[in-house]
Structure formats: structure tokens, C-alpha cells
């Protein structure tokens, strides 16, 4: 545990001013809220639309939810208890769909067909791009459970369904639920691939606000819904895990469990996967394959893309997936301090409140900033440095998780060697927590770097008028139907995150791929 040492002023500070600066877009946005007229409130909460609304996204959370915790468990049954040919190779390419951005794979499922813009479509493409967050944990609470309960249930004669349902569904029940909360919060704040496909949500018609007419109020009590459900989730997420314990409590090394035999069910199994690998994989990379080979008359919308415009592009993503990725670790590294050297209420109070960012949806966040500076900081509005303000609160949660644990890895007893030699603080971080803590922090800025190279909603409402990434480029050409000009950004884009991906898996452990969305 943290000690109880005085914690030193300068870093409470500065987790104090972090912790503002996570908690001022929400602030902002409830003030906004609270400033409508109470009967002009409701006017406008209880209108169709909303209901529209609320129908529409309530029914994608529930159905790409459940769609991913039945395929992600079924697929991670399979790879890790049974006798699959191949399974570890059907392993990787069930976690790679991971680092493919959701709006890519819209992009390559439009573009097959046009047909695809209404629920069922959204359902797929979201279910294809995030059913991933459910097997990772999935697999590695399978991995990880003592198969000896099950052995023991199916000797008192229960079947395979059976023991299951009674003993391995349980033991499931923390990794699962919070995959599907993963999920759930993704498809609640999903912006990209559902306004390619055409599906409104409150995320869609948010920004079709901003972008129609800006005013402030409205737009605000649209985003407090969505806040709402996003905190739902979370309640829910609690309420249904509730404070069962499943830890093993035997002594020694996990016992390596006996593969099932699948018998006949061989076939139809390596067919689902099969047809899971070309809906997650082989059509976005074909679609983009493809198109990188048409000439631009082939799309239904004729554009050319030139090399200079291409290259301005990803040397733009590239240069604020940097500075995303080091702002990001910056507000992270004093929480991550306070949490692992500190022990006391303000300090767990302060690191919590960075976690709020985690259910602030992106445009609520992008939203607020650009209210902000356009009322009372003018000379930050369209600024690359609002930018990068916007990516490191959004990526802050997943910075300050691997700052924590690389923090927490360093040995308290090199920290006091330091200290018992004269050392202040300053120089015991600088000489001794930033060397040995060093590849933890370069796992937690790749993370950041390549969601910020992704990041569509802040991208599009804070850029700098001018600014090109290639992931508003893939967003502005597919919109206008233009899929031929849209696929060297997306196939840029794509092997970016590919690639990153394997190299964050490779340096620091296949764990890290699980913290890449």
C-alpha cells in the first residue's frame, strides 16, 4: 500500500490541476444544461426525436453488446478449452479486429454496399470492430482458471452445457461483464462508423447540431442524456458483478487443462471462424485493397488523391499522435505518483476524478472546449494546442492505468536507498522511478499514440482550419462517397495501427494490445 508520508506541494498541485482540467468539459457542460428554462427544457427533451433517439441508441448498445459477449465467448471457449486446429493462430486474428478503427471497417462495408446503412448494418460493423474488448479478458480469465471445478462438476455428472453454465459462466462473470461494458460504452459514444452509416444516434446529432446551428443550451441537454446513459452503464456494470470473489484459493501453479474434443463439430467450428476472420478482417482489408486499385471514376463519387496531400495527411496524425501521446502521459505521471507513493483520502479522491473521463463521451468533451474558448479564451479556439488539450483528457484514463503499474513496479526500497543518500524527491524520480519505470511509460504513451491516430469526433470539431488527418480524410471521402480516395488513408491509417499494435504486443507483452482501444 502507499505510505503515509507529507506529500510534496508541488505534486499535489499538479494533480490537483489535472484533475480540474479532466473535470472542467463535464462541469461546463451540466452549468450549460442547468441554464436552459425548466419549461424550454423539457420542450426540447421530450420531442420525437429524442425519443427517435434514445430508441435507436439504446437498441445498438443492447444488440452489438450481447452480439459481442456470445461471439467473444464462444470464439475464446474455443481457442482456449478445446482441441482446435490452429487455435493460437485463430487466437491473434480474434484480437487483431482490435487496431482496426470502427469507422475504416464502415467505410469497407459501405463501400461493398450501400444497402448496409440502416440498424442491421451498424449492428455488424460495430459488433465486428469492438466484439474484440470481449475476448481478450474473456481468453484470459479462461487461461487463468483452474479447470479442476469443471473437471469436478462434469464427474458428478453434469454435461459439458451444464457444467458450463453452473461453474465456468460464473467464474467468467468480472472479465465478461466488463468487456461488455467496454462495448457498450464504445457503441454509446461511436461516432464515425454511424455517421458513415447513416444511423442517428445521440453522438450523430450532436454534431449535426453543432454543425447546423451552434446553440449551446440545446446541445447541451442532448449531451446530458448521453452522459447519463453513459453512467448507467457503469452502475450497472457494478450492480450486476456485484462483490463476489472468484480468486483461487489452492496453493501452487495452475494445472494445464484437458483440451474438449470437438469430434464432428470440428468443421462447423473452423467455418465460424472462417466467416468471423473475413467479416472482421478479410472485408475491411479487401475493401481497402480494392480500391487502392481502382482509378477514382470506379467510386461513385470521381476524386483523385495527390501524393503531397496524402503525406500531409499521416505527417499531421503522426505529429499529434506524438504530442496527444506526451501531453496525455504528462497529466498522468503526477496522479500516477500520488497514487502509488501517497496513502490518503484526497489523493485517492483526486485519482478518481480522472477516471471520469473514461464515461465522458468525446464530443461532449470537444464540444465544451470549443464553447469555452470561444466565450472566454479566443486566442486558443482552432489552435493545435486545444487540440492536444482535448486528446489528453479523453486518453488520460489509459495513460494513468499503465503509469500506475509501471510506478507501482519499482522497488520502495531503491526509492529510500535514494532518499537515505540526500536525495529530494525531484532528483529520486529523475535518478531512480523514470530509468527503472521507463518501459511501462513507453507502453502507455504507444497506447495513447495510436488511439489518438484514430480519433475522429475531437479531430473534426477542434483542428486547426487547414489541418488533415487521415483519419478525417478516410471520415470526409467516404461521407461524400468518394471510397476510391478514401482508401490510401485508410490503408495508411490501418497499417499504422497494425503495426503499433504488433509492436506494442512484441516489446512489451500480448497483454498490451488488450489497452490499445
Known amino acids: 500500500?502507499?505510505?503515509?508520508?507529507?506529500?510534496?506541494?508541488?505534486?499535489?498541485?499538479?494533480?490537483?490541476?489535472v484533475a480540474a482540467l479532466v473535470l472542467l468539459p463535464l462541469?461546463?457542460?451540466?452549468?450549460?444544461?442547468?441554464?436552459?428554462?425548466?419549461?424550454?427544457?423539457?420542450?426540447?427533451?421530450?420531442?420525437?426525436?429524442?425519443?427517435?433517439l434514445l430508441l435507436n441508441t439504446l437498441s445498438l448498445v443492447l444488440a452489438t453488446t450481447l452480439l459481442s459477449a456470445v461471439l467473444a465467448t464462444a470464439a475464446a471457449w474455443c481457442v482456449e478449452r478445446t482441441d482446435l486446429p490452429g487455435r493460437q493462430v485463430w487466437g491473434v486474428l480474434a484480437a487483431v479486429p482490435l487496431a482496426i478503427p470502427a469507422f475504416v471497417s464502415s467505410f469497407a462495408w459501405i463501400s461493398l454496399s450501400l444497402r448496409l446503412q440502416d440498424f442491421a448494418g451498424a449492428v455488424v460493423v460495430v459488433t465486428c470492430s469492438y466484439y474484440p474488448l470481449v475476448y481478450l479478458p474473456v481468453a484470459a480469465a479462461l487461461r487463468g482458471m483452474d479447470p479442476a471445478l469443471e473437471e469436478t462438476a462434469r464427474a458428478l455428472g453434469q454435461t459439458g452445457w451444464g457444467s458450463f453454465r453452473r461453474v465456468v459462466l460464473p467464474q467468467l462473470r468480472p472479465a465478461l461483464l466488463g468487456g461488455m461494458l467496454l462495448v457498450a460504452l464504445d457503441t454509446l459514444v461511436e461516432f464515425g462508423a454511424l455517421s458513415l452509416l447513416r444511423f442517428r444516434t445521440f453522438?450523430?446529432?450532436?454534431?449535426?447540431?453543432?454543425?447546423?446551428?451552434?446553440?449551446?443550451?440545446?446541445?447541451?441537454?442532448?449531451?446530458?442524456?448521453?452522459?447519463?446513459?453513459?453512467?448507467?452503464?457503469?452502475?450497472?456494470?457494478l450492480w450486476v458483478r456485484g462483490g463476489a470473489r472468484y480468486a483461487r484459493v489452492g496453493r501452487g501453479s495452475r494445472r494445464a487443462s484437458t483440451p474438449h474434443r470437438l469430434?464432428?463439430?470440428?468443421?462447423?467450428?473452423?467455418?465460424?471462424?472462417?466467416?468471423?476472420?473475413?467479416?472482421?478482417?478479410?472485408?475491411?482489408?479487401?475493401?481497402?485493397?480494392?480500391?487502392?486499385?481502382?482509378?477514382?471514376?470506379?467510386?461513385?463519387?470521381?476524386?483523385a488523391v495527390s501524393a503531397p496531400a496524402l503525406l500531409s495527411a499521416t505527417f499531421s496524425s503522426l505529429?499529434?499522435?506524438?504530442?496527444?501521446?506526451?501531453?496525455?502521459?504528462?497529466?498522468a505521471f503526477?496522479?500516477?505518483?500520488?497514487?502509488?507513493?501517497?496513502?490518503?483520502?484526497?489523493?485517492?479522491l483526486v485519482e478518481r476524478s480522472a477516471y471520469l473521463a473514461q464515461g465522458t463521451p468525446g464530443i461532449v468533451v470537444a464540444l465544451a472546449l470549443v464553447s469555452l474558448t470561444v466565450q472566454r479564451m479566443q486566442s486558443l479556439y482552432q489552435s493545435e494546442a486545444l487540440l492536444i488539450i482535448a486528446y489528453a483528457i479523453l486518453f488520460l484514463p489509459l495513460a494513468l492505468?499503465?503509469?500506475?503499474?509501471?510506478?507501482?513496479?519499482?522497488?520502495?526500497?531503491?526509492?529510500?536507498?535514494?532518499?537515505?543518500?540526500?536525495?529530494?524527491?525531484?532528483?529520486?524520480?529523475?535518478?531512480?522511478?523514470?530509468?527503472?519505470?521507463?518501459?511501462?511509460?513507453?507502453?502507455?504513451?504507444?497506447?495513447?499514440?495510436?488511439?489518438?491516430?484514430?480519433?475522429?469526433?475531437?479531430?473534426?470539431?477542434?483542428?486547426?482550419?487547414?489541418?488533415?488527418?487521415?483519419?478525417?480524410?478516410?471520415?470526409?471521402?467516404?461521407?461524400?462517397?468518394?471510397?476510391?480516395?478514401?482508401?490510401?488513408?485508410?490503408?495508411?491509417?490501418?497499417?499504422?495501427?497494425?503495426?503499433?499494435?504488433?509492436?506494442?504486443?512484441?516489446?512489451?507483452?500480448?497483454?498490451?494490445?488488450?489497452?490499445?482501444?
Open 263 to 303: 469430434g464432428r463439430a470440428r468443421y462447423p467450428v473452423l467455418a465460424g471462424f472462417a466467416l468471423l476472420v473475413v467479416a472482421t478482417l478479410g472485408i475491411p482489408l479487401g475493401m481497402i485493397t480494392y480500391w487502392l486499385t481502382q482509378h477514382g471514376s470506379a467510386a461513385i463519387t470521381p476524386e
Open 319 to 331: 505529429q499529434l499522435g506524438a504530442a496527444g501521446a506526451a501531453a496525455s502521459l504528462l497529466l
Open 334 to 348: 503526477p496522479l500516477a505518483m500520488l497514487a502509488t507513493q501517497y496513502d490518503s483520502r484526497l489523493v485517492t
Open 27 to 52: 462541469t461546463y457542460t451540466i452549468n450549460e444544461a442547468l441554464q436552459v428554462d425548466r419549461q424550454d427544457a423539457i420542450d426540447l427533451v421530450f420531442r420525437p426525436l429524442v425519443g427517435e
Open 203 to 237: 453522438t450523430t446529432e450532436i454534431y449535426a447540431e453543432y454543425r447546423t446551428g451552434f446553440d449551446p443550451s440545446e446541445i447541451a441537454l442532448l449531451a446530458m442524456i448521453l452522459l447519463a446513459l453513459c453512467l448507467v452503464c457503469l452502475a450497472a456494470e
Open 401 to 517: 492505468v499503465s503509469t500506475r503499474v509501471a510506478l507501482a513496479q519499482v522497488q520502495r526500497g531503491l526509492q529510500d536507498a535514494g532518499r537515505s543518500l540526500g536525495l529530494g524527491w525531484i532528483a529520486v524520480l529523475w535518478r531512480v522511478l523514470l530509468p527503472l519505470a521507463g518501459p511501462g511509460l513507453g507502453a502507455a504513451a504507444a497506447m495513447v499514440f495510436v488511439s489518438v491516430m484514430t480519433e475522429l469526433t475531437a479531430t473534426l470539431l477542434l483542428a486547426p482550419i487547414g489541418t488533415r488527418t487521415l483519419a478525417t480524410q478516410v471520415w470526409a471521402n467516404t461521407s461524400s462517397l468518394a471510397f476510391a480516395a478514401a482508401s490510401p488513408y485508410a490503408a495508411l491509417m490501418t497499417l499504422i495501427s497494425l503495426l503499433s499494435a504488433w509492436l506494442l504486443a512484441r516489446r512489451f507483452g500480448a497483454t498490451a494490445l488488450s489497452g490499445t482501444r
Open 1 to 17: 500500500m502507499p505510505r503515509r508520508l507529507r506529500i510534496p506541494s508541488g505534486l499535489l498541485t499538479a494533480g490537483l490541476v
